[in-house]
């Protein structure tokens, strides 16, 4: 079993940045596909951005290309999620999860106000 933490949450505005990392535990962390996820109430949970083990390649959801990067940092059993060109719509709790587990962290809000 893998523990996962997310942080970097917080309230800007729009148009700002905010930088997600999940820092999760044990030796096979590195070898996970990770993906962020975010859920707003009343509305389904979220694919918005996938990693693989070696960060060789990404995958993003259409209305976050351009504007978010996923990366990783395997050594500090790490992944981030940059947030750029933030709009009210991204406003959710940012999850990220191991693809093909079912272990979740807490998450961390990310609301974008005026």
């Known amino acids: 079993q893998v523990q996962l933490v997310e942080s970097g949450g917080g309230s800007v505005q729009p148009g700002g940045s905010l930088r997600l990392s999940c820092q999760g535990s044990g030796s096979a962390f590195s070898r996970y596909i990770m993906n962020w996820y975010r859920q707003t109430p009343g509305k389904e949970r979220e694919l918005v951005a996938t990693?693989?083990?070696?960060?060789?390649?990404?995958y993003y959801e259409d209305s976050v290309k351009g504007r978010f990067t996923i990366s990783r940092d395997n050594a500090k059993n790490t992944v981030f999620l940059q947030m750029n060109s933030l709009k009210p719509e991204d406003t959710a709790v940012y999850h990220c999860?191991?693809?093909?587990?079912?272990?979740w962290g807490q998450g961390t809000q990310v609301t974008v106000s005026s």
């Open positions: 990693i693989t083990s070696d960060g060789g390649s990404t």
């Open positions: 999860k191991p693809n093909g587990y079912d272990y």
